[in-house]
């Protein structure tokens, strides 16, 4: 329930108008557990197709943000506006029952699409991201970049403009989590989609997006925006990375 | 290969024990038979406790089915639904304390003589293991997992069907497992109840009236074994229906 003279703004696009916004933007927005303020008068802006990376300290309320921003829950105060979003969640999450291409096209499943044409409309993406020949493996057979792979093609078939991904790749070892982070560029590059990446790693919010949302400890609101004007493909051992990256840890009041 | 080896061994000390106790004179043969005279009641009167198994086999099978399908339905209701919870989780426990042999002569006079009443006693013992072994698996969902499938637009059944069903399956083999032991001791004491004629609870009555003691313990044999195979076909049948959990828990226990 939200709190007394709360305003809420929900703007689900309709289909049949292509112009509808499909951003999102976040104003003042405060949101409260009980006693614990997880967020008071944060702000985020993301156009259309801009890569967002939100950094914090833990508990800033990062997971909370996303979570408004898919409508999973409802600000105490503040507005929202954003298209349709689909969350990827911190762990990849895929269904132990069901084969990389029936998790992969779970949205499809979701939707009362019969079974045999979802798995015919996901095939295509399993050969683009690297899956082929992995259609019928269940996810206890795969890796962990090749999971990932699947819950973010399970996101992306979702067909939403808006994605809001939960520290993606935080449970990757480094090298794998490095390679998914150069996937992620390339898969981005050719599907523009608008967005908003939670990340406690600054070197990956620098790498992968095109600004970085840092935000204050709890409770948690946006103290810095940090444009990336650099070119990808990103190398995290690029001068100007690594001065931003170093912007980005003074900001967050971590000695360099 | 210990796996067989060790278990066969300690049987065969432990059996050997026991004929030694009763050869030497340490208890009396009427009251405590030894092995090997249960071995020839074993084999004398196969005809009637083959005949009187498969009487009683049929009793624990099918009521555990039914209890696996009240059960599962029940637990799926619980979970949907707090009022339900509320209402119902209590009696559910209650309905637990109420003895067999208590109910097991009022079901007959409800129910007949036939096979119906000693089912119902049968789903009753057992039901109550699969109502929380399926709350349990339906409780291992992520929350995480709900939130995603709302995202992806999916409705109340769509998520139910594809995340939360499979996701309780192995609890209901769980459950239905444990269920094993007393869904025997069920179909036993519902043998025993006024009215009936036949099975191996009748058999064991039978036996203790007519001083065949060996008899009822070569039953006791047989329930035994029955109850350990059917534990072994519940665990292939979850290999089968959901292997994903089978292979979880076979990394585990390794």
């Not at chain 1, 909370?64 to 898919?70: A, P, V």
């Not at chain 2, 300690?10 to 030894?34: K, N, Q």
């Not at chain 2, 009240?70 to 919870?85: D, P």
Request: aromatic share 6%; glycine share 8%; charged share 20%.
């Amino acid at each position: 329930m939200p709190a007394k003279g709360a305003t809420k703004t929900r703007i689900e696009a309709p289909a049949e108008e292509p112009l509808a916004f499909s951003g999102v933007a976040v104003e003042a927005v405060s949101r409260a557990y009980g006693r614990t303020q997880a967020l008071e008068r944060m702000s985020l802006h993301v156009a259309e197709h801009e890569v967002v990376a939100v950094v914090g300290p833990s508990g800033c309320g990062k997971s909370t943000l996303l979570e408004l921003i898919c409508g999973l829950q409802q600000p105490d105060r503040g507005t929202i506006t954003t298209g349709p979003a689909v969350l990827m969640p911190q762990r990849d999450l895929l269904l132990p029952w069901y084969s990389a291409i029936d998790n992969a096209s779970l949205a499809l499943l979701a939707r009362r699409v019969p079974r045999e044409q979802a798995r015919a409309q996901a095939a295509p993406w399993l050969q683009r991201f690297g899956l082929g020949g992995f259609e019928g493996s269940r996810p206890a057979a795969l890796s962990g970049g090749m999971r990932q792979r699947v819950a973010f093609l399970r996101t992306l078939l979702a067909g939403k403009p808006v994605l809001a991904l939960d520290e993606p790749f935080a449970s990757l070892d480094a090298i794998t989590r490095a390679e998914m982070q150069g996937w992620l560029t390339h898969v981005l590059a050719s599907e523009p989609r608008t967005v908003v990446l939670v990340t406690h790693d600054v070197e990956e919010a620098v790498v992968l997006a095109d600004r970085v949302a840092v935000m204050s400890s709890r409770p948690g609101r946006n103290i810095a925006d940090i444009d990336v004007p650099l070119p990808r493909p990103r190398r995290r051992t690029d001068p100007d990375v690594v001065a931003l990256r170093e912007r980005a840890l003074e900001v967050l009041g971590v000695p360099g | 290969m210990k796996r067989i080896v060790l278990p066969v061994l300690l049987l065969l000390v432990l059996v050997g024990a026991w004929e030694l106790y009763v050869d030497l004179g340490g208890v009396d043969s009427l009251v405590w038979p030894s092995p090997h005279q249960v071995a020839k009641s074993l084999w004398v009167d196969r005809g009637l406790l083959w005949h009187s198994f498969l009487i009683t086999s049929r009793e624990v099978v099918l009521g555990i089915l039914a209890a696996a399908l009240a059960g599962f339905a029940l637990a799926v209701a619980i979970h949907l639904s707090q009022t339900t919870r509320r209402a119902v989780y209590p009696l559910v426990i209650a309905s637990q304390a109420v003895p067999v042999p208590i109910m097991a002569p009022l079901l007959v006079f409800w129910l007949g003589f036939g096979i119906l009443p000693k089912l119902v006693v049968v789903a009753i013992v057992s039901f109550f293991a699969i109502v929380v072994g399926t709350l349990d698996g339906l409780a291992t969902v992520d929350p995480q997992l709900l939130k995603l499938m709302r995202t992806l637009d999916a409705t109340r059944l769509r998520t139910f069907r594809h995340v939360e069903l499979p996701a309780a399956l192995p609890g209901v083999f769980t459950g239905a497992k444990i269920a094993v032991a007393v869904s025997v001791i069920g179909a036993v004491l519902a043998e025993q109840a006024p009215g009936s004629s036949g099975g191996l609870g009748f058999q064991i009555e039978l036996s203790q009236n007519q001083l065949l003691p060996a008899r009822g313990v070569a039953i006791v044999v047989i329930l035994s074994v029955a109850a350990v195979a059917l534990f072994g076909l519940l665990s292939l049948a979850e290999r089968f229906f959901a292997p994903w959990a089978y292979q979880v828990k076979g990394e585990r226990s390794r």
